[in-house]
T-cell receptor, first 112, second 112 residues
């Protein structure tokens, strides 16, 4: 399973943008990049995913490097409710299972 | 609330006892997953169902673990002869599309 590397923790101020980086240098051509987050005492929550092009949705934006070896999750205005562990996950596009292989994730702290 | 429910939310048992957890997915979702999460770690994939068929099992799923999804609706995860190392959060997720999983709140198991 392809591996991702994320910083253990990051801090942000409330109402400022947050850029969460992820390195995935061994990504293959059919791997999708998924981001999930897990708030305290809850199950993980889908945030966004992409293959090659940048993606936007109501929660966040995903910027994918041209060589696909890295990506960045962008929260446009952090709120206190965005404090969570953020997981960057590579999912094999060739597999029908859809299982997710989670790493350690990045713990995001948001300061008021 | 994602629409995925799990029961019970907490379970305390003594070593050697059997326990069973239930997951009710979102009704139209044909994919169902079980994950296990220990403190400070990301969730680990255990098994995957498509409708009633169990299509993939992780090596983590020893022969003391069994999962079923009769009629492709709810699912159960049973652990026989529990050990202290089984203490963890057991998460269920369902989806229509690979990689876009909706997680339940989890069942926290404590084995004394």
């Amino acid at each position: 399973d392809a591996k991702t590397t994320q910083p253990n923790s990051m801090e942000s101020n409330e109402e400022e943008p947050v850029h969460l980086p992820c390195n995935h240098s061994t990504i293959s051509g059919t791997d999708y990049i998924h981001w999930y987050r897990q708030l305290p005492s809850q199950g993980p929550e889908y945030v966004i995913h992409g293959l090659t092009s940048n993606v936007n949705n109501r929660m966040a934006s995903l910027a994918i490097a041209e060589d696909r070896k890295s990506s960045t999750l962008i929260l446009h205005r952090a709120t206190l409710r965005d404090a969570a562990v953020y997981y960057c996950i590579l999912r094999e596009g060739s597999s029908n299972t859809g299982k997710l292989i989670f790493g350690q994730g990045t713990t995001l702290q948001v300061k008021p | 609330d994602t629409g995925v429910s799990q029961d019970p939310r907490h379970k305390i048992t003594k070593r050697g006892q059997n326990v069973t957890f239930r997951c009710d997915p979102i009704s139209e979702h044909n994919r169902l997953y079980w994950y296990r999460q220990t403190l400070g770690q990301g969730p680990e994939f255990l098994t995957y169902f498509q409708n009633e068929a169990q299509l993939e099992k992780s090596r983590l799923l020893s022969d003391r673990f069994s999962a079923e999804r009769p009629k492709g609706s709810f699912s159960t995860l049973e652990i026989q002869r529990t050990e202290q190392g089984d203490s963890a959060m057991y998460l269920c997720a369902s989806s229509l599309y690979p990689g876009q999983e909706f997680f339940g709140p989890g069942t926290r198991l404590t084995v004394l």
